[in-house]
C-alpha cells in the first residue's frame, strides 16, 4: 500500500521531529519514515531533511541507493527538502567539497569568518543558530498564511547560493542576504526547520501536505489573468 | 536579524520539574508537560530539560516525558542529564529531543563529544559547562557541582569547540539559585574566545538580568528556571522587557 507522505531516512540525523510535526498538521495521513525507494518512489508526496556534514549526506544516499528515487521524487511529486535535504539539491557543496545531486542549478558556502559581525562590530556565531526573520521573495502556496518577516528555527553553517534567481523564494539576514527558501515547479526548500518553528512552521507544513503543484498555472489559465 | 533566545529550563527529577539553590534544597515546581506546554505558548524559543534523577531506576522516565512533550510542542528540545555513551544520545534523540546536553562525560571522555557530534551532527550536540570563580579564572566542576576538575574553563570551552559541540551552556555554579544574576564576565570571556552560541545559565533573578546577560556577557541565549517556574515573571513578559532594552527578540 503506498503511503501518503514519505520522509526519507538516509541516517543523517533524527527524523522523528519531522514526522511528529506532519503527523500533527495531517492527522489523517499515512506517513512513512522510510529508507525504501518502492515507498518512496510510490508515495504522494516526499519530505527530504537532513542534518549533519554533506559529505556524509552523499554518502549515505548513496550508500541507500537512494540517488536516483530523490532526482526522480523532486521532479515528479511535491517535494519539501529540509536543511540539508535543501543544501544538496544544488550542484556542489564547499562542505568537503563534495558534488550534490544537482538537482537546482547553484552551490553551497560556508559564512564567511570575515563577515561575521554586527555592524557594531560584534563577532556573530556560526552556527547560524535561532530564530530569524524570514522575508518572502515570491508569492507561493507554501507562504499562505504566514506573514512577512515571519520568525522560523535555523541552525546551520553553510547556505545556498542559487545561479538562477528565479528559484529564490526566501531570504534572511546573518549579517548579509541569504537565500534561505527556493521554489522550482513542485520543489520546495528551506533551510530553516518548519517542524522546529511552532506555529508558521506548522502552517508552512500544513500547506505543503495539501499542495497541488501546477494547480496554480491551471487556475491562471482558467481565469485568463496573467502569472508571473 | 537573529534574535537572542530565550530558554526555560526545567530541572527533572523522577518525573517531577524541581528547582534547588546551588544544587540543593529541592522543591516540586510542577508537572513537566503541562509546564513544557505553558512555557511554548508564552513564546519560549526552546526548553532545555535537565534530568538530575540520582537513580537510574527512573532514568527511562525522562523519555516519556520527552516524548509527551515532542508531540504537541514544536520549538527545540534540549535535553541533558546522565549521557555518558552515543547509545544515550541515541535514545534521547529518538524520544524526541532536538539536542543532547553532555556535561560530565565530556569531562571524564571528551571522545564522546566528538564521537557524537560525528554521528548526529554538531548541531545537537551541546556540552553543559558548570564553572566556578577561582581566583582569576574559572574552573570546571562535574557531577552536579561536585567534583572539581582542575580544568580552565576558557581552554575547555574552546577544546569543547573544536571536538565538535554545536553550542555551550555555561552555568556560573558561583551564581546558580542565588538570584544576582549571571557571571558576566565568565559569560563575556567564553562568548570571545569561541565562534559557537553560548547560553548563559545560573543566577537569574531579575529581568534586567537577562538583559546584562546579552548587553554585557555576550550571550546569544539566556537560561532561566526558578523566574519562571514559581510565576515571577511569564517568558512573554522577559522578552518584552529585552526588546524595551534594544535586545532582538521573537514576540
Known amino acids: 500500500m503506498s503511503v501518503d507522505i514519505a520522509v526519507i531516512d538516509y541516517g543523517m540525523g533524527n527524523l ?3 514526522s511528529k510535526a506532519i503527523e500533527h498538521v495531517a492527522p489523517s495521513a499515512s506517513v512513512a519514515v522510510t529508507s525504501d525507494p518502492a515507498v518512496i518512489a510510490a508515495a504522494g508526496r516526499v519530505v527530504f531533511p537532513g542534518q549533519g556534514a554533506a559529505p556524509d549526506c552523499m554518502r549515505e544516499i548513496d550508500a541507500r541507493g537512494l540517488r536516483q528515487t530523490i532526482v526522480d521524487a523532486a521532479r515528479s511529486k511535491p517535494f519539501l527538502g529540509i536543511c540539508m535535504g535543501m543544501q544538496v539539491l544544488f550542484e556542489h557543496s564547499e562542505e568537503g567539497d563534495t558534488a550534490c545531486l544537482a538537482i537546482l542549478p547553484g552551490t553551497v558556502q560556508r559564512f564567511p569568518h570575515e ?5 557594531a562590530g560584534n563577532k556573530l556565531k556560526v552556527p547560524h543558530m535561532g530564530w530569524n526573520n524570514v522575508h518572502q521573495a515570491m508569492p507561493h502556496p507554501l507562504w499562505v498564511g504566514i506573514e512577512e518577516g515571519a520568525r522560523f528555527y535555523f541552525v546551520h553553517s553553510y547556505f545556498v547560493q ?3 534567481p528565479d528559484v529564490i523564494a526566501g531570504f534572511s539576514h546573518y549579517p548579509f542576504p541569504f537565500t534561505c527558501a527556493v521554489a522550482s515547479e513542485n520543489i520546495f526548500a528551506v533551510q530553516f526547520h518548519p517542524e522546529k518553528s511552532q506555529n508558521d512552521g506548522l502552517t508552512l507544513l500544513g500547506n505543503f501536505v495539501t499542495w497541488n503543484p501546477g494547480e496554480r498555472d491551471t487556475a491562471c489559465d482558467m481565469s485568463g489573468a496573467t502569472c508571473a | 536579524m537573529l534574535a537572542k533566545r530565550i530558554i526555560p529550563c526545567l530541572d527533572v527529577t523522577n518525573g517531577r520539574v524541581v528547582k534547588g539553590v546551588n ?6 515546581a510542577g508537572d513537566p508537560v503541562e509546564i513544557a506546554r505553558r512555557y511554548n505558548e508564552a513564546g519560549a524559543d526552546e526548553l532545555t530539560f535537565l534530568d538530575i534523577t540520582a537513580s537510574s531506576d527512573n532514568r527511562d522516565l525522562i523519555l516519556h516525558i520527552i516524548e509527551a512533550v515532542a508531540s504537541e510542542v514544536f520549538i527545540p528540545l534540549t535535553v541533558g542529564g546522565g549521557v555518558r555513551a ?8 529518538n524520544a524526541g529531543a532536538d539536542k543532547v546536553g553532555i556535561n560530565t562525560s565530556a569531562v571524564t571522555n571528551p571522545q564522546l563529544v566528538k564521537d557524537a557530534a560525528d554521528r548526529y551532527g554538531s548541531q545537537c550536540i551541546v556540552v553543559a559547562i558548570d564553572a566556578k570563580r577561582a581566583g582569576d579564572h574559572w574552573e570546571i566542576f562535574t557531577h552536579g557541582g561536585r567534583t572539581a576538575t582542575g580544568l580552565d574553563a576558557v581552554e575547555w570551552a574552546k577544546k569543547m569547540e573544536s571536538l565538535g559541540a554545536g553550542e555551550l551552556l555555561l552555568t556560573s555554579m558561583d551564581r546558580d539559585g542565588t538570584k544576582s544574576g549571571f557571571d558576566l564576565e565568565l559569560t563575556r570571556a567564553i562568548s ?8 548563559a545559565s545560573g543566577g537569574v533573578g531579575t529581568l534586567q538580568h537577562l538583559v546584562d546577560g546579552v548587553k554585557e556577557g555576550r550571550a546569544d541565549a539566556v537560561l532561566a528556571a526558578s523566574i519562571f517556574h514559581f510565576g515571577e515573571y511569564g517568558v512573554d513578559e522577559a522578552k518584552r522587557y529585552m526588546k524595551q532594552h534594544g535586545i532582538e527578540v521573537r514576540l
Not at chain 1, 115 to 119: C, G, V
Not at chain 2, 86 to 93: A, E, I, N, S
Open chain 2, 192 to 199: 570571545e574566545a569561541v565562534d559557537i552560541p553560548i547560553i
Open chain 1, 115 to 119: 563577515a561575521m559581525h554586527d555592524d
Open chain 2, 86 to 93: 552515543v547509545g544515550d544520545v541515541q535514545r534521547l534523540l
Open chain 1, 162 to 164: 542559487p545561479t538562477v
Open chain 2, 23 to 28: 544544587f540543593v534544597e529541592l522543591k516540586d
Open chain 1, 16 to 18: 522523528r521531529s519531522v
